[in-house]
Protein backbone atom coordinates (compact mmCIF):
# COMPACT_ATOMS: atom_id res chain seq x y z
CA UNK A 1 0.00 0.00 0.00
CA UNK A 2 1.58 3.36 -1.02
CA UNK A 3 1.68 6.18 1.41
CA UNK A 4 0.38 9.59 0.33
CA UNK A 5 2.90 12.15 0.07
CA UNK A 6 3.04 14.85 2.43
CA UNK A 7 3.18 18.45 0.60
CA UNK A 8 5.94 20.24 3.01
CA UNK A 9 4.09 23.72 2.82
CA UNK A 10 0.74 23.13 4.02
CA UNK A 11 0.16 22.32 7.85
CA UNK A 12 -1.53 19.20 8.30
CA UNK A 13 -5.03 21.41 9.46
CA UNK A 14 -4.85 22.90 5.67
CA UNK A 15 -6.39 21.23 2.53
CA UNK A 16 -4.07 20.94 -0.12
CA UNK A 17 -6.15 22.62 -2.99
CA UNK A 18 -8.59 25.53 -2.90
CA UNK A 19 -11.64 25.08 -4.83
CA UNK A 20 -12.92 28.95 -4.81
CA UNK A 21 -10.42 31.78 -3.87
CA UNK A 22 -13.15 34.33 -2.62
CA UNK A 23 -9.86 36.58 -2.01
CA UNK A 24 -9.62 37.24 -5.85
CA UNK A 25 -12.66 36.61 -7.52
CA UNK A 26 -13.97 39.15 -9.51
CA UNK A 27 -18.30 39.69 -11.10
CA UNK A 28 -17.01 38.34 -14.58
CA UNK A 29 -15.94 34.96 -13.20
CA UNK A 30 -19.83 34.38 -11.86
CA UNK A 31 -21.76 32.44 -14.01
CA UNK A 32 -25.40 33.04 -14.23
CA UNK A 33 -24.88 36.29 -12.48
CA UNK A 34 -26.98 39.44 -13.66
CA UNK A 35 -25.55 41.85 -15.25
CA UNK A 36 -24.64 45.14 -13.70
CA UNK A 37 -28.30 47.30 -13.71
CA UNK A 38 -28.94 50.75 -13.56
CA UNK A 39 -29.18 51.39 -9.51
CA UNK A 40 -32.03 51.14 -7.31
CA UNK A 41 -33.50 55.08 -7.06
CA UNK A 42 -36.29 56.23 -4.92
CA UNK A 43 -37.96 58.81 -3.90
CA UNK A 44 -38.15 60.30 -0.50
CA UNK A 45 -40.03 63.14 0.79
CA UNK A 46 -38.51 64.94 -2.53
CA UNK A 47 -35.46 63.56 -2.71
CA UNK A 48 -34.08 60.23 -5.12
CA UNK A 49 -32.04 58.45 -3.20
CA UNK A 50 -29.71 56.10 -5.09
CA UNK A 51 -29.35 52.37 -3.39
CA UNK A 52 -25.94 50.27 -4.36
CA UNK A 53 -25.96 47.26 -6.17
CA UNK A 54 -26.30 44.16 -3.42
CA UNK A 55 -23.06 43.01 -4.83
CA UNK A 56 -21.01 45.29 -3.81
CA UNK A 57 -22.13 45.35 -0.08
CA UNK A 58 -21.32 43.16 2.47
CA UNK A 59 -23.51 39.60 2.58
CA UNK A 60 -24.18 39.30 5.72
CA UNK A 61 -26.65 43.18 5.41
CA UNK A 62 -28.35 41.11 2.45
CA UNK A 63 -29.47 38.14 4.89
CA UNK A 64 -30.57 40.61 7.47
CA UNK A 65 -31.63 43.04 5.65
CA UNK A 66 -35.54 42.30 6.45
CA UNK A 67 -34.76 42.20 9.47
CA UNK A 68 -31.97 45.33 10.18
CA UNK A 69 -33.62 48.32 7.68
CA UNK A 70 -31.11 50.90 9.39
CA UNK A 71 -27.88 48.14 8.54
CA UNK A 72 -29.16 48.18 4.87
CA UNK A 73 -29.49 51.79 4.92
CA UNK A 74 -26.19 51.98 6.16
CA UNK A 75 -24.32 49.31 3.54
CA UNK A 76 -26.78 50.74 0.47
CA UNK A 77 -26.94 54.51 0.43
CA UNK A 78 -24.24 56.55 0.71
CA UNK A 79 -22.95 59.54 3.50
CA UNK A 80 -21.29 61.57 1.36
CA UNK A 81 -22.78 65.09 1.47
CA UNK A 82 -23.30 66.38 -2.39
CA UNK A 83 -20.76 69.02 -3.20
CA UNK A 84 -23.77 71.11 -4.17
CA UNK A 85 -25.05 70.82 -0.54
CA UNK A 86 -27.67 69.41 1.53
CA UNK A 87 -27.53 65.96 3.30
CA UNK A 88 -26.32 62.75 2.22
CA UNK A 89 -28.89 60.26 1.29
CA UNK A 90 -28.29 57.78 4.31
CA UNK A 91 -28.83 61.48 6.41
CA UNK A 92 -31.54 61.96 4.13
CA UNK A 93 -33.27 58.50 5.02
CA UNK A 94 -32.71 58.39 8.29
CA UNK A 95 -34.54 61.80 8.91
CA UNK A 96 -37.58 60.31 6.92
CA UNK A 97 -37.70 57.41 9.52
CA UNK A 98 -37.06 59.83 12.17
CA UNK A 99 -40.41 62.28 11.07
CA UNK A 100 -43.59 60.58 12.84
CA UNK A 101 -45.68 59.07 10.38
CA UNK A 102 -43.38 59.96 7.16
CA UNK A 103 -42.26 56.35 6.07
CA UNK A 104 -44.58 53.74 7.12
CA UNK A 105 -44.64 49.63 6.97
CA UNK A 106 -46.13 49.44 4.00
CA UNK A 107 -43.59 52.21 2.42
CA UNK A 108 -40.99 50.33 3.86
CA UNK A 109 -42.16 46.51 2.75
CA UNK A 110 -42.47 48.23 -0.96
CA UNK A 111 -38.92 49.59 -0.82
CA UNK A 112 -37.37 46.75 0.07
CA UNK A 113 -39.28 44.44 -1.98
CA UNK A 114 -38.57 46.72 -5.22
CA UNK A 115 -34.75 46.49 -4.13
CA UNK A 116 -34.84 42.68 -4.04
CA UNK A 117 -36.63 42.45 -7.25
CA UNK A 118 -34.95 44.95 -9.09
CA UNK A 119 -31.59 43.23 -8.52
CA UNK A 120 -33.11 39.45 -8.42
CA UNK A 121 -32.51 38.78 -5.33
CA UNK A 122 -35.25 36.34 -4.67
CA UNK A 123 -33.80 34.92 -7.90
CA UNK A 124 -30.48 33.59 -6.45
CA UNK A 125 -32.12 32.37 -3.47
CA UNK A 126 -31.73 35.47 -1.00
CA UNK A 127 -35.35 36.51 -0.62
CA UNK A 128 -37.85 33.42 -0.96
CA UNK A 129 -36.88 31.79 1.96
CA UNK A 130 -36.61 34.45 4.28
CA UNK A 131 -40.21 36.00 3.47
CA UNK A 132 -42.60 35.93 6.47
Known amino acids: MATAKQNPDVTPDEPTYVN ?3 DTI ?5 RGLP ?3 NPYV ?3 DGKALTFADPLDIDAVVL ?3 EDSPSRFFRATLSSEVPTTGGVSDFDHMVAAFETPGKISGLKLRALMQGYRLHYGLDD ?3 GAGSRR
Not at 26 to 30: D, I, P, T, W
Open 26 to 30: EREQV
Open 20 to 22: LDL
Open 42 to 44: VKV
Open 35 to 37: QKK
Open 63 to 65: MTM
Open 124 to 126: LGN
